[in-house]
């Protein structure tokens, strides 16, 4: 079982700044890969950013240059999101697939205003 627990959402302005984290039950190292989603009202949820076990990072094209996906060497995975835009409101989601399973956190809400 992994729990993961998500931070750092909440109200900012356009070209404002936020950073989620993420901490997880078990080390970073215990993952893969660690990944965040976000999905909006009405949407699908959908990857934003991901780093793998050996540091490799991925971003959707619509954050790129704009979030950095990073973690630490004990248990939590950061999202810094610089120049955020109203399109980027969504509840953020974390997560790991450990032992063949999915796990999510229960989201963090992001809303940018504009």
């Known amino acids: 079982q992994v729990q993961l627990v998500e931070s750092g959402g909440g109200l900012v302005q356009a070209g404002g700044s936020l950073r989620l984290s993420c901490a997880a039950s078990r080390t970073v190292f215990s993952f893969n890969a660690m990944g965040w989603y976000r999905q909006a009202p009405g949407k699908q949820r959908d990857l934003v950013a991901r780093i793998t076990l050996g540091g490799i990072t991925t971003y959707e094209d619509s954050v790129k240059g704009r979030f950095t996906v990073s973690r630490d060497n004990k248990n939590t995975v950061n999202l810094q999101m610089n120049s955020l835009k109203p399109e980027d409101t969504a509840v953020y989601y974390c997560?790991?697939?450990?032992?063949?399973?999915?796990?999510w956190g229960r989201g963090t809400l992001v809303t940018v205003s504009s």
């Open positions: 997560n790991v697939i450990w032992a063949g399973e999915n796990y």
